[in-house]
């Protein structure tokens, strides 16, 4: 039976960025290097299949630091963490290491700096996401006040409306940021905004990749975890961006076929914590029931590598 032509287009860049697969390396060096069990607080991505993939190496994963022994090592995941949680680990006396994304780490280092200068810090940022909490923790309670959306600029109580400054979290949606910007400036004229946009390099790029690929598919698929804010934000850029049907999806397994019949051509990209294997797992998938045609459209070249901490490249 013939199969149904199908094209294929992959956005490029997708998938890992370079704060993942540093995250990743130092929970496997940290494995090498101190041996099973290390535990990490918080998955150290949000990806099942990297979760498991450490899991089965000797990686114990806790969401608080209190599930951990004290005489185990312990990581904190690349979303970062509030200041009481190294604090606590040091109190324990606790061999711990920080794989937080730098670029996350620039971000509260921003909102410390503005801190210091007396300044109220405005975050836009997703409620409860591990990200936000983290960020948040770095100052003290009162100190960040967090905006979702426009609407909730209007509620926000500052002590001082022209003492503020805002930082973002790195995995939002840049045009829904902007929106979000926009009225905070409109409502705080004197508000200060980063140096540079606290949006990371990659959720821009995969999201510039996304846009660059919607109106070219009948449908798109995400591959990412349901708790990825970034895979989801590309989910919501590709549907803006016209492509109707746009489904985030975890594997191969997950995708709704029937949902896909009749259609020519299918737009692919993975979220930051997504490995390729994946991505190669669901075009086998399509190669099974359609003949495929693989394009890819490529937006940016990445080349950033972030190192492990030095304490992992020193010998036990």
């Excluded at 370079?18 to 918080?42: F, L, N, Q, S, T």
């Excluded at 503005?114 to 909490?133: D, R, S, Y």
């Excluded at 930082?167 to 980063?194: C, E, H, N, Y």
Aim: glycine share 6%.
């Amino acid at each position: 039976m013939t199969k149904p032509p199908l094209t294929l287009i992959l956005a490029a860049p997708r998938g890992f960025c370079a704060g993942v697969d540093r995250a990743i390396k130092i929970v496997e060096m940290a494995i090498e290097k101190w041996g099973a069990p290390v535990y990490v607080r918080h998955e150290i991505v949000h990806n099942k299949y990297v979760v498991d993939g450490l899991r089965d190496k000797g990686a114990v994963f806790v969401e608080e630091l209190d599930e951990a022994p004290s005489d185990r090592p312990v990581i904190f995941s690349a979303h970062g963490v509030a200041k009481a949680v190294p604090a606590e680990a040091e109190r324990r006396e606790m061999v711990y290491v920080d794989a937080t994304c730098p670029l996350v780490s620039k971000v509260h280092i921003e909102a410390e700096r503005h801190h210091q200068n007396g300044l109220q810090m405005v975050m836009i940022g997703h409620v409860g996401h591990p990200e936000t909490i983290g960020t948040m923790g770095q100052l003290p309670d009162g100190e960040v006040l967090l905006v979702e959306t426009e609407a909730d600029v209007e509620k926000i109580a500052p002590r001082d409306p022209d003492r503020l400054a805002f930082i973002t979290q790195t995995t939002l949606s840049v045009d829904d940021t902007a929106g979000i910007v926009a009225a905070l400036k409109a409502r705080f004229p004197k508000i200060i905004g980063p140096h540079k946009e606290d949006i990371c390099y990659a959720t821009t790029n995969r999201q510039e990749a996304v846009k660059a690929i919607a109106p070219k598919a009948d449908a798109l698929l995400v591959i990412g975890a349901p708790n990825s804010s970034n895979s989801r934000r590309l989910v919501e850029v590709a549907r803006a961006r016209g492509c109707a049907y746009s489904q985030l999806v975890a594997r191969a397994n997950e995708i709704d076929w029937r949902a896909l019949e009749g259609v020519g051509s299918v737009g692919l990209t993975a979220g930051a914590s997504a490995p390729e294997v994946l991505v190669d797992e669901v075009i086998e998938a399509f190669r099974e029931r359609f003949d495929v045609t693989v394009e890819t459209v490529e937006t940016a070249t990445e080349n950033v590598e972030f190192k492990v901490p030095r304490v992992l490249r020193e010998p036990a």
